[in-house]
């Protein structure tokens, strides 16, 4: 029988509340690799606490004797049951109730469970190792694209990294030497870039412009393409190839001096084609911007072809190598030593002079109420967040109609209502229902000096800021 608790925490570094339920037993610490993977045989879920009071192994959740506990690890600072320090002298173990608040380190934890389903004793014997498991459980696999649990994976990538990083990563500084004692490859470069999007591939440019080798560049990633995660982030969130995006005419990616800008390159594509009127309404808008004529804003397909024009000038190709990167550390040669994955069981090190960092997003953040419902319901296809695939939804709403409520009224939501429209006009026999929720009224916008952004509809109309690329 699987018991299963709710863990509920606020993330130390970000303070947002964060939820995930997990089977137990699940193993409590700051190092994956000190945890155990399984116990008399059965597997164990493994929660990470990312907190220097917290001990690699600090504490083990199971059932035992009918009851949900938690057993100390001998871990450093021991912890707090409901702001009560648990005295390891009287008791290792400590019986929960559904709803205490477990601390361990920095983290507040608070545990709930239900065991009204639960039957019989599964558990015998004293804390810690002779704890029998409840049953063999998957453990949780983390989306990377939107930082939420997926339910019911197995996670190879856990298990076959248990031991890596190697223990020596536990430390400030890795020795050059000891990486080469793993007998895994170490790979050895002047210029590393981790992520291998937007940022690692402005980079790489920029290196490039200014004179480095191709073969002195390294960008580890997780797709070739560089675009690859922003665009599928623009596409989930209704800015298809053909829509304008918020970067203006000169900041592009692709050309660090920014000419031909984007509107240039489009309109004398426009001009060529015979398309007078249009070329005559770029061109004025980037002389007239941001006063008498609205910001130019590049086609998203326009920009993506760019950048993959510029990728093959500069050998992107043999820059860009896959791997999901792990651990960073310093060398004792003050250089920096990556430790990355290229698959289950398959590892390497790659040490660079220089190192940039750029890994995007860290995860898509969804109001407390809804991170809640998906976690206790699990339900990843009726509550989305707008930068999360959810194309299901217009082909339900295409085939059978229904209702959609919208909370929010950023960029993402107007785009996400114009999509509904347009589904609408397209099949106009079925029943589209469009509830847009909104914190509170807009009647007038925002004001400076004499400036004042138009309101229409309840939505304020933000004029162009500079795209961080700038
Ligand atoms: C819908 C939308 C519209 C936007 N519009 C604009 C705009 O108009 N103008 C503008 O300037 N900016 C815009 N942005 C912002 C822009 O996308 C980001 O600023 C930019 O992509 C950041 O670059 P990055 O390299 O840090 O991240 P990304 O381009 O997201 O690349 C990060 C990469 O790191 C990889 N990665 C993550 N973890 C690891 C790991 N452990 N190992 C290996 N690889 C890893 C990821 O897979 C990803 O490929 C927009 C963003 C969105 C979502």
Not at 166 to 177: A, D
Not at 357 to 363: E, M, N, T
Request: aromatic share 10%; charged share 20%; proline share 5%.
């Amino acid at each position: 029988m699987q018991i299963s608790v709710q863990l509920s925490w606020l993330e130390i570094a970000t303070n947002h509340p964060q939820s995930l339920r997990l089977n137990l037993p699940i193993a409590i610490g700051k190092d994956a690799t000190s945890l155990p993977q399984s116990i008399d045989g059965d597997q164990v879920e493994q929660m990470i606490l990312n907190d220097r009071s917290v001990s690699r192994y600090h504490a083990l959740l199971a059932f035992d004797r009918e009851n949900v506990v938690v057993i100390d690890q001998n871990s450093t600072n021991g912890m707090l049951v409901n702001g009560i320090l648990i005295d390891r002298s009287v008791e290792l173990c400590k019986v929960l109730s559904s709803g205490d608040r477990l601390t361990i380190g920095r983290y507040e934890i608070t545990i709930a469970f239900d065991l009204s389903a639960t039957s019989k004793t599964i558990i015998t014997g004293a804390p810690s190792n002779s704890v029998k498991l409840a049953s063999t459980v998957s453990t949780i696999l983390f989306n990377p694209e939107t930082g939420l649990p997926q339910a019911n994976v197995t996670q190879p990538s856990l298990a076959s990294a248990s031991n890596f990083p190697p223990n020596f990563f536990q430390l400030p500084m890795v020795e050059v030497q000891s990486l080469h004692q793993t007998g895994l490859p170490v790979y050895e470069t002047t210029y590393g870039a981790i992520g291998g999007g937007l940022g690692s591939y402005i980079w790489a440019d920029y290196l490039r412009i200014f004179g480095v080798a191709v073969d002195q560049i390294v960008a580890l990633g997780l797709e070739p393409q560089p675009y690859a995660r922003y665009k599928r982030l623009c596409l989930n969130s209704q800015i298809p190839l053909y829509e304008r995006l918020r970067s203006n005419s000169e900041s592009c990616p692709d050309n660090i001096w920014g000419f031909p800008s984007y509107a240039w390159r489009e309109a004398w594509h426009d001009f060529t084609q015979g398309k007078i009127d249009k070329t005559c309404k770029y061109l004025w808008q980037v002389f007239a911007e941001p006063d008498l004529a609205e910001t130019y804003t590049p086609r998203s397909g326009n920009v993506f072809d760019s950048i993959d024009r510029e990728a093959s000038r500069i050998g992107w190709d043999k820059i860009y190598r896959y791997g999901r990167v792990r651990s960073l550390r310093k060398t004792d040669d003050g250089r920096y030593a990556i430790a990355y994955s290229l698959g289950q069981g398959n590892h390497a090190f790659l040490v660079a002079k220089y190192l940039h960092l750029a890994v995007g997003y860290a995860a898509i953040q969804f109001l407390p109420d809804l991170q809640a419902y998906r976690s206790q319901t699990e339900d990843f296809r009726a509550v989305v967040n707008g930068y999360e695939e959810h194309e299901h939804i217009y082909q339900h709403l295409e085939n059978h109609g229904g209702t959609v409520l919208i909370r929010g009224r950023g960029i993402v939501a107007s785009r996400i209502v114009q999509r509904i429209s347009e589904i609408r006009q397209r099949s106009p026999q079925q029943k589209i229902n469009l509830l847009h929720l909104m914190r509170s009224p807009k009647a007038q916008g925002n004001s400076y000096g004499r400036a004042q952004r138009t309101v229409d509809n309840h939505y304020e109309f933000q004029p162009f800021n500079w795209p961080k690329a700038c």
